[in-house]
C-alpha cells in the first residue's frame, strides 16, 4: 500500500517563496507518475503540475515560470518549488500518485491518480 504525506506548507507573503515536500512509502512498483493538486478556499481541486518516473513534468499555465516540480527517486520523493508566490496561490496542496501514460502526464492528463495525501495548506498573503 502506498502512502503520501505532504510537508512545507505555511504562510507566505506575497512574491516570497515555500518549498513543499511529498515523502512515498510503500510498494511503488505500479508508481510511474506523481503530481501536485491544489485545492482554493471555496473551489473545487485543481492539478498544479505533474512528474513521470523519468522526470518529464507538466505545469498549469498559472504556476508556469514560478513553480518548478522536481523528484528524488532514490528519497521517493518529490518536491514544488514555489516562488513569486501571489495571493491566488492560496490553498491546500495535495500530492497524488498513480499509474499512466507519459503522455498524458505531459499533457496534464492526471485525473485518475490511485493515491492521495492528506494535504499541507498554503496561505499567500499580500
Known amino acids: 500500500q502506498v502512502q503520501l504525506v505532504e510537508s512545507g506548507g505555511g504562510f507566505a507573503q506575497a512574491g516570497g517563496s515555500l518549498r513543499l515536500t511529498c515523502a512515498a512509502s510503500g510498494d511503488l512498483s505500479r508508481i510511474n507518475a506523481m503530481g501536485w493538486f491544489r485545492q482554493p478556499p471555496g473551489k473545487e481541486r485543481e492539478l498544479v503540475s505533474g512528474?513521470?518516473?523519468?522526470?518529464?513534468?507538466y505545469s498549469v499555465d498559472a504556476v508556469k515560470g514560478r513553480f518548478i516540480t522536481s523528484r528524488d527517486n532514490a528519497k521517493k520523493t518529490i518536491y514544488l518549488q514555489m516562488n513569486s508566490l501571489k495571493v491566488e496561490d492560496t490553498g491546500i496542496y495535495y500530492c497524488?500518485?498513480?499509474?499512466?501514460?507519459?503522455?498524458?502526464?505531459?499533457?496534464?492528463?492526471?485525473?485518475?491518480?490511485?493515491?492521495w495525501g492528506k494535504g499541507t495548506l498554503v496561505t499567500v498573503s499580500s
Open positions: 497524488a500518485a498513480g499509474h499512466t501514460l507519459k503522455a498524458k502526464v505531459v499533457a496534464g492528463e492526471m485525473d485518475n491518480m490511485d493515491v
Open positions: 512528474i513521470t518516473n523519468g522526470g518529464a513534468t
